[in-house]
């Protein structure tokens, strides 16, 4: 069964949020904890969400299916309006902050699909022009991880 909200509800149950977010409770509790969201507690110590958490949850999902860290989830979404629902406006400008971070796994997932289209699985056939050879370690000068596929 769909949780339908009432239109003029300002706040939402965690049960109501989970449902309509299709996100679990506990990752809910999750967020809250990390400081992306935040509710305020009844007196029976009850979460209740503002309504517009419900962008907030999805914007964090996305984000987070983008690769971007929760920590640079909380750093954009702490550029969000707190005295007020965030507009269309405020969400395209927080969107922006993606853009570079964007370009840049683009232009890695790019380098990857174009070094690796002679890779026939590592058997390895292809040592001469390997992404991933580096024999003797030679490129632990240039930083961790592997090199040829993350530098220009």
Same mark, same amino acid.
């Given at each position: 069964m769909?949780?339908h909200?009432?239109?003029?509800?300002?706040?939402?149950?965690?049960?109501?949020?989970?449902?309509?977010?299709?996100?679990?409770?506990?990752a809910? &509790?999750?967020?809250?904890?990390?400081?992306?969201?935040?509710?305020? &507690?009844?007196?029976?110590?009850?979460?209740?969400?503002? #309504?517009?958490?419900? &962008?907030?949850?999805?914007?964090?999902?996305t984000?987070?299916?983008?690769?971007?860290?929760?920590? &640079?989830?909380?750093?954009?979404?702490?550029?969000?309006?707190?005295?007020?629902?965030?507009? #269309?406006?405020?969400?395209?400008?927080?969107?922006?902050?993606?853009r570079?971070?964007?370009?840049?796994?683009? #232009?890695t997932?790019q380098?990857? #699909?174009?070094?690796?289209?002679?890779?026939?699985g590592?058997?390895c056939?292809?040592?001469d022009?390997?992404?991933?050879?580096?024999?003797?370690?030679?490129?632990?000068?240039?930083?961790?991880?592997?090199?040829?596929?993350?530098?220009?």
């Amino acid at each position: 069964m769909s949780t339908h909200l009432a239109p003029g509800a300002k706040e939402i149950t965690v049960g109501e949020l989970a449902e309509r977010s299709g996100v679990a409770t506990s990752a809910l &509790r999750f967020y809250e904890r990390e400081g992306l969201i935040s509710s305020r &507690r009844t007196s029976g110590n009850q979460r209740r969400y503002p #309504r517009d958490t419900l &962008r907030r949850v999805a914007f964090i999902r996305t984000s987070q299916r983008l690769g971007i860290s929760l920590a &640079r989830i909380r750093e954009v979404l702490a550029l969000l309006p707190e005295d007020r629902t965030p507009t #269309r406006d405020d969400w395209a400008r927080i969107s922006e902050c993606w853009r570079a971070d964007l370009d840049e796994r683009i #232009r890695t997932l790019q380098r990857l #699909r174009d070094n690796l289209t002679d890779c026939i699985g590592c058997g390895c056939l292809s040592l001469d022009r390997c992404a991933l050879s580096n024999p003797y370690d030679e490129l632990a000068a240039h930083g961790p991880g592997p090199r040829r596929l993350i530098e220009d």
